[in-house]
């Protein structure tokens, strides 16, 4: 008797359960799978507190600047407070203390005038030159999502061999001859007053006081990313254009 097809209900099931509810449904439940396909599934769940919580009694409702030169109403957090701290020509960068401080969302504005990928050097782990300042701090209450295919993104960062069912070779993981079929994921985040709740899932188809001088107000398009300061490893990162959108 052939063995069932990869069910998507229980792989949806698998995901809420290990993300808490954050992402019920990663594949189409009306997907149909390869009877032979092997399903590489994983996640990551994020939950912790602002070592620094902003005082829900300061968050006031402000006009966010959408790229397109609209503006969307939002809540606006504030918090003045000193620390890390640092800004060029291109951006604006603070990090944002979680619990002990081993973990820390980084938040880039860019400048009037600047290129998104002038920012590329401040995403590369946790910026140096950055100082504890104190300054005050103005960000959207938000929550974002993302699902999307990352097979074309992938095969044009050098992995189109792995999707080509003649050239791929994925020996050591299996006797028949496979190649991957498609690849999918999913993100959720929960930005508020009191902390950070994030979760990320992946899954492989393998078919066949007095007021400071410094102000940083994220009302227009800002990165944030979350870091592990202990490894200097990036465990999120995302673009905030409306945070009215999820």
Same mark, same amino acid.
């Given at each position: ?7 998507p ?13 954050? =992402?019920t449904? =990663? ?6 799978l ?11 769940f ?7 919580? #902003?005082?829900?009694?300061? @968050?006031?409702t402000?006009?966010?600047n959408? @790229? ?8 606006m957090?504030?918090q ?21 401080g081993?973990?820390a969302?980084?938040l880039v504005?860019?400048k ?8 590329d050097?401040v ?11 104190e ?8 929550? @974002?999502? #993302? ?5 074309t ?6 992995m189109?061999r792995?999707f080509?069912p003649d050239r791929?070779? #994925? ?7 496979r ?7 999913a ?12 979760a ?11 007021l ?23 465990v #999120?990162?995302?673009q ?7």
């Open positions: 008797m052939a063995a069932p097809a990869p069910n209900a229980l792989v949806n099931a698998w995901m809420a359960r290990k993300t808490q509810g954050l =992402i449904s =990663i594949l189409d439940p009306q997907t149909v390869d009877p032979q396909a092997i399903l590489l599934a994983n996640s990551v994020f939950r912790a507190s602002w070592s620094f919580p #902003f005082n829900p009694l300061y @968050t006031s402000a006009p966010f959408r @790229t397109d030169g609209s503006q969307a109403a939002c809540a957090m504030a003045a407070a000193t620390l890390p701290y640092g800004e060029n020509a291109q951006y604006q960068a603070r990090l944002l203390p979680y619990g002990k081993r973990f969302m980084l504005l860019p009037p005038g600047a290129a998104w990928q002038d920012l050097p995403l590369q782990g946790v910026p140096a030159g950055l100082a504890p300042r300054v005050i701090l103005r960000m959207p209450r938000f929550e @974002t999502g #993302f699902s999307d295919g990352l097979d993104p992938l095969k044009a960062m050098g189109a792995a080509d791929a070779d #994925f020996s050591m993981l299996s006797a028949i001859h190649h991957i079929g498609s690849v999918v994921h993100a959720r985040m929960v930005v508020d007053e009191r902390g950070t709740l994030a990320a899932g992946t899954v492989v188809s393998v078919s066949g006081t007095s400071p001088e410094t102000e940083m107000t994220l009302d227009r398009p800002f990165l944030y990313a979350i870091l592990d300061q202990g490894t200097g490893g990036m #999120f990162l995302g905030m254009g409306d945070p009215r959108r999820k």
